[in-house]
């Protein structure tokens, strides 16, 4: 966690209360799970106090939204990425478009793909799929998958 905006220094009387906000940012979190404390001192400079905040749960689905480019665009962001992984997949779906809609459905991302290119039911399916964080974080996919 890094504090985007410090807040001001407050001095607090006895028994004073004093309301804080600021705005964090979050950097990673592989888990989905955010913890951290809060360190402050007392009257005296060797008086440290660190209050332990209680973990913020996050599931990053929720910031992903379903999002649309030109091909063109795809194609650029996927040259600076320039990464794949080959990943074997046991699905229940009966179909190729099956997986795809569902993969579709638990990502949150949507097909750029063409419909007409998509259509016919054959053993093989590539698509392009594309969505955009809250945040503004591009995120790509290219399914390719043949069916035994």
């Known amino acids: 966690l ?3 905006e410090r807040p001001t220094t407050q001095n607090l009387g006895p028994h004073g209360f004093h309301n804080v906000q600021c705005t964090i940012k979050v950097s ?5 799970v955010i913890f951290g404390n809060v360190v402050y001192d007392g009257a ?6 660190v209050v332990i905040l209680n973990d913020v749960h996050v599931d990053i689905m929720d910031y992903i939204q379903p999002a649309s480019c030109t091909e063109t665009q795809f194609r650029t ?3 600076e990425f320039e990464w794949e992984n080959k990943v074997n997949i046991n699905s229940k ?3 190729l ?3 795809l809609e569902q993969l579709m459905a638990a990502t949150n991302m949507n097909c750029l793909t063409p ?5 016919g039911d054959c053993q093989f399916l590539s698509a392009n ?3 955009r964080s809250v945040f503004g974080e591009d995120a790509l996919a290219n399914l390719s998958i043949e069916q035994d």
């Open 2 to 4: 890094k504090v985007v």
């Open 28 to 32: 990673s979190t592989d888990t989905g």
């Open 44 to 49: 005296h400079s060797t008086d440290t106090n």
């Open 77 to 79: 962001m996927w040259t």
């Open 93 to 95: 779906a009966k179909t």
């Open 97 to 99: 478009r099956d997986f």
């Open 115 to 119: 419909e007409a290119s998509l259509k």
């Open 129 to 131: 799929l594309y969505a």
